[in-house]
């Protein structure tokens, strides 16, 4: 692999290599944000075809999958064939110089290559082998790992949306997003474990347990009482407000999750009387009597527009902010001066963007390199 930094400040994971097999959105989300810190990550990719999401347009930019484009910064890549013995030879000198190895292929298809946990780790056994699934390695393992069926089969879509309507998937992959979070969580922490004993270990996450574990308080309420949620559109199941309200243009979303930020809301209103009114004076009776709160709410808010509102609202302390699209979201985040866009740093013109969010004061994210280009 080609030295990572070219002279920029050393990551908190430089020296860290990475043998990425993976491919679309949950591996390759995972190894980006193990880059963006340092790592130094080589791409496997199939000659003639590449990564799936290189296909994945339109939009396009430049030519290229502006899908792939935001998933595949600061690495580089190459084309094998993993059944050619010449190649997987090859691939083998790689992983012997490398720290990590990252596959999402169906369970079972690593081994019959040669390349499987068992091989690797009996040849090198300071290794960490991440394996990422749709549904584990025992009795869902043929079954295809796609983010819109994990959302469907692990209850997401059952509740997202408005309850007259059918069932709904987030607006983003969001499942292959969470369990490549839990991707790289556990690969830095098996990197941990190695720097203490000089043991590797294997690293498994699936879609669906990923999902089921960030359903958070709805699958904690299911599994201690029996509760079967259902969508409820934009409200939330346990706090009131918690939701958009209409205004006199477009809508705000409010957050007042505490008696306290209630209270401050009905004041910023000039509504005291609502947080009087025994019928909203707590949580659990505001959850009660939610439809009757957000009609006198909204009474009040159609008064003036969103934008008045949020204004006044967070000048109360009041958690609150409009429905923007991506360009108003950009655009907010760059007016408090999270600097949402980044460049690389090599000078090279490739596309802009996103930020890794995470800040590190001595060892921040370093934006080396674009995505690399289709190998030969």
């Known amino acids: 692999m ?3 930094h070219r002279g920029l400040t050393p990551g908190a994971l430089d020296g860290v290599r990475i043998v990425d097999f993976s491919r679309v959105l949950a591996g390759p989300h995972a190894t980006m944000l193990l880059a963006d810190l340092g790592a130094e990550v080589a791409k496997i990719e199939r000659p003639g075809a590449g990564d799936d999401t290189r296909q994945w347009g339109p939009p396009w930019h430049e030519g290229e999958a502006t899908y792939y484009l935001g998933l595949n910064r ?6 094998y064939d993993l059944t050619d013995p010449e190649h997987c030879a090859e691939i ?21 290559l040669g390349l499987g946990y068992g091989e690797l780790s009996r040849r090198h056994p300071h290794l960490v082998y991440c394996s990422i699934t749709g549904f584990g390695a025992d009795k869902g393992a043929h079954l295809p790992g796609y983010d819109l069926i994990a959302q469907a089969v692990g209850g997401l879509m059952s509740i997202t949306g408005h309850p007259d309507g059918e069932p709904t998937k987030a607006g983003v992959a969001l499942v292959d997003v969470i369990t490549g979070l839990h991707a790289t969580i556990g690969i830095l922490a098996a990197l941990r474990h190695r ?10 996450v699936n879609l669906l347990s990923s999902l089921l574990a960030a359903l958070t308080n709805q699958a904690s ?35 007042a ?19 009087d009114d025994e019928r909203f004076a707590t949580n659990a009776a505001r959850v009660r009597n939610r439809e009757a709160l957000i009609a006198e709410l909204e009474a009040t808010f159609t008064r003036a527009g969103a934008d008045h509102w949020f204004g006044v609202l967070s000048a109360a302390g009041v958690p609150c902010g409009p429905i923007n699209n991506l360009e108003q979201a950009f655009t907010l985040a760059a007016d408090l001066g ?4 980044v460049h690389p740093a090599d000078g090279s013109p490739g596309a802009a963007q ?21 190998p030969g």
Request: net charge positive; aromatic share 4%.
């Open 2 to 4: 080609a030295p990572a």
């Open 74 to 79: 600061n690495k580089t890549s190459a084309a």
């Open 92 to 112: 083998h000198e790689l992983v012997a110089g490398a720290d990590v190895v990252v596959e999402n292929f169906r369970p079972g298809t690593m081994d019959r």
């Open 195 to 204: 720097e203490r004993t000089g043991e590797g270990q294997r690293v498994e």
């Open 221 to 255: 309420a299911h599994i201690l009482t029996g509760a079967v949620p259902t969508a409820m559109g934009n409200a939330h199941p346990s706090v009131v407000p918690y939701q958009p309200v209409r205004t006199a243009d477009r809508s705000l979303a409010i957050a």
């Open 257 to 275: 999750a505490t008696n306290r930020q209630y209270a401050q809301l009905t004041r910023a209103l000039g509504r005291p009387e609502l947080a």
């Open 338 to 341: 999270l600097e949402p866009v």
């Open 354 to 374: 996103v930020r890794n969010p995470i800040t590190l004061s001595a060892t921040p994210a370093v934006y080396r390199t674009p995505p690399p280009p289709m």
